[in-house]
């Protein structure tokens, strides 16, 4: 679907494909600025984190929210309307990770939000057991329509900040979306949605010890939340096990 962008050329409405995305974030945004806010960002996080104690990830947020914030006109969301919270979340291991650190802060049960969203880690769960490339799966089309494991029984995010790139890139400026199916969510175009997932990527390459490194190719690998919960439920179960 090609992008339906607005008539001041700030709003895409509904979802796109990625490649029509970039397309358009080229198209609005001169390389040059794109290369300077990434370096930007990316030293303005590690800074933020030193400086507040808190980790570069949850640091980038706080840049993020900032720019929308000041760029932007308020977001219409508000708790309880979870109509994005019906599709596949994918999210790389910092992301993750930060997202575990949250959950060990809050005290959030995740053997109970696995039992609950059984549902779509089966599905998961049965592409991974199966021979198929899963490069080649359409992870979104496998959990789409399925309430988010982490969405609240009141639908509100039970993780919200430290919520994935992923979430924050889809929202309502104008009016609510009302659609389970994303197809009246609308993105705000700043030149920091533009370069996030690189800036996130980065920011993991460089928090990985160095001998682990591989050469940063501006990405990580990204798993659905179902992915996530399945790998720390079989670790717990190999510790356990021991
Ligand atoms: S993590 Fe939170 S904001 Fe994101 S889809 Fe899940 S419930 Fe919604």
């Known amino acids: 679907m090609a992008a339906q962008v607005d008539n001041i050329g700030m709003f895409i409405k509904g979802m796109t494909q990625p490649d029509e995305l970039i397309k358009y974030i080229q198209a609005r945004f001169p390389e040059e600025e794109i290369q300077q806010a990434y370096t930007q960002m990316v030293e303005a996080s590690k800074a933020l984190g030193r400086d507040e104690k808190i ?3 949850r640091a980038f947020w706080k840049l993020l929210d900032r720019s929308y914030q000041k760029k932007t006109p308020p977001m219409q969301c508000g708790e309880g309307c979870a109509h994005c919270c019906h599709t596949g979340v994918t999210l790389t291991q910092m992301e993750w990770d930060g997202i575990l650190k949250l959950v060990e802060e809050k005290g959030i049960d995740l053997e109970e939000i696995i039992e609950r969203s059984q549902r779509t880690i089966k599905k998961v769960r049965e592409v991974l057991k199966s021979n198929r490339n899963i490069d080649q799966v359409d992870w979104h089309n496998l959990v789409i329509n399925q309430p988010c494991p982490f969405l609240g029984e009141d639908q509100a995010c039970m993780v919200y900040e430290d919520r994935p790139l992923d ?3 889809v929202v309502a400026f104008r009016g609510i979306c009302d659609s389970k199916k994303l197809e009246h969510a609308q993105r705000g175009v700043v030149v920091e949605e533009a370069i996030g997932s690189t800036v996130v990527a980065k920011l993991q390459h460089d928090q990985t ?3 682990k490194r591989r ?3 501006g990405t990580q690998p990204l798993r659905l939340f179902q992915h996530w919960l399945i790998l720390w439920q079989d670790k717990k179960s190999s ?3 021991k």
């Open 55 to 57: 980790t570069p990830l």
């Open 239 to 241: 510790k356990n096990k």
């Open 167 to 169: 979430c924050r890139l």
């Open 209 to 211: 010890p160095k001998f």
């Open 215 to 217: 050469r940063f190719q």
